[in-house]
């Protein structure tokens, strides 16, 4: 059908924008924000996600208080029709504005019966920086087929939770955001049922995905890479960006090691470091310092009380609720992917980032004869 969309110049199908090039339930589009206060007191995610062979639009925000508890509001309605501005889409309060492309967006909750309510405006410091493009196959069908782009930058804004207001210190707060779109796989809509009568997936040994995105004064550096239980790597991606008003061009990063410790109860970065091998030769050491955590599961990545991310629920849904996160037994139904906040260091720079990560099964390097979170493992299901 005809959407406001299609008045833009930019279709690359012979058909209207409400339709992509394949009928996989996982083709998904999602924006994500995300940071937190450098103390530790506040954090939060938030963001939309849609999903035009569902014919579904969800969003959410996760606000995470001093790494303890956890206010989480999810909505979710009908994708079409679309209507409204042309840089701007909304589910009930939540809206996402494109207010300069590639430069400054921002998120709005407004205020609403579940408590949380929120403002947030990002302008990007640092370039926008485009993900290798993830292609991969498994047992002859397309497992993944995705892209994204992210960008570092400053915050401004607030939150309110139960009336109590939050302001947001710009100089005092580590911000980021991404856009992905493509068929998922995993978390956030990859992973929704679609039928019976299916083979199952490949199930590995064992896997190490992790992604680093730590910003100093002068610099971004950001890898992801994935790994086999052996260690061999499968994909990789490297750059460091320099601030938008530098005029210098990104340096491409060609390796990454990783010395890690990990938490007793979960499979959670708690200390190491990551040694970045760049393409002008040079090498760094970053140190990790974790400041907290957050759960994108409780958001929607997984399904969590009765609900997940690309699930229909009609035009008019949302639910909210408190999570003790210290509860290991309950963040253990969404640990598939964890979100750690960290400080970091290289050499006399201090900055700070993110370390997302997967970590599952088999891991001789690390200890981990299992798919259990403890390194002596006694649960191979």
């Known amino acids: 059908m005809i959407t406001p969309h299609d008045e833009l110049l930019i ?21 994500v924000m995300y940071g937190f ?5 506040v954090s939060i995610m ?12 969800d969003a959410y925000a996760m606000v995470t208080r001093k790494g303890e508890r956890a206010r989480v509001v999810r909505m979710s309605t009908e994708l079409n029709p679309q209507t409204g501005a042309l840089n701007a889409f909304s589910v009930g309060p939540y809206t996402y504005e494109i207010v300069e492309p590639l430069r400054k967006v921002s998120s709005t909750v407004e205020s609403n019966e579940h408590g949380l309510s929120l403002q947030l405006d990002f302008t990007g410091d640092f370039p ?23 960008q570092n930058g400053t915050i401004t804004g607030w939150i309110e939770i139960d009336g109590e207001r939050i302001e947001i210190d710009p100089d005092n707060w580590w911000f980021g955001r991404d856009h992905s779109w493509g068929v998922r796989h995993g978390g956030g809509g990859g992973s929704l049922p679609e039928g019976g009568n299916m083979q199952p997936s490949e199930v590995p040994a064992g896997v190490l995905y ?13 890898f992801a890479q994935r790994e086999t239980h052996t260690g061999e790597r ?40 990551f040694t970045v091998h760049r393409a002008d030769r040079s090498t760094d050491v970053i ?23 690309g699930m229909y629920r009609g035009k008019d849904f949302s639910d909210s609720f408190d999570v003790d996160i210290t509860d290991v037994d309950e963040i253990r139904k969404v640990s598939m992917l964890s979100e750690t906040l960290v400080e970091v260091r ?9 370390v997302e990560m997967v970590f599952m099964g088999v891991n001789p390097r690390y200890g981990y004869t299992d798919w259990s979170a403890n390194r002596s493992g006694n649960n191979n299901g």
């Open 234 to 273: 499968w994909q990789f991606e490297g750059e460091v960006l320099f601030p938008i008003d530098s005029g210098r061009e990104p340096l491409p990063i060609i390796d990454v090691e990783h010395d890690l410790d990990f938490r007793d109860d979960l499979r959670v970065v708690k200390s190491g470091t």
């Open 128 to 150: 926008v920086y485009e993900q290798t493009a993830a292609f991969h196959r498994s047992r002859g069908r397309v497992r993944e087929d995705a892209r994204r782009f992210y």
């Open 37 to 41: 206060d450098k103390s530790g007191e």
């Open 210 to 222: 992790y992604m680093g995105i730590f910003q100093f004064d002068d610099e971004v550096v950001h």
């Open 287 to 309: 140190e990790v310092k974790p400041v907290c955590d957050f759960w994108p599961g409780l958001a929607g990545y997984d399904e969590y009380n009765g609900y997940a991310s």
């Open 346 to 354: 290289m050499g006399d720079k201090v900055g700070h980032g993110l």
């Open 11 to 31: 279709h690359q199908l012979p058909t209207t924008l409400d339709h992509v090039s394949q009928s996989d339930l996982r083709w998904t589009e999602r924006i």
């Open 46 to 57: 938030t963001g939309m996600a849609k999903y035009p062979n569902r014919n579904v639009m």
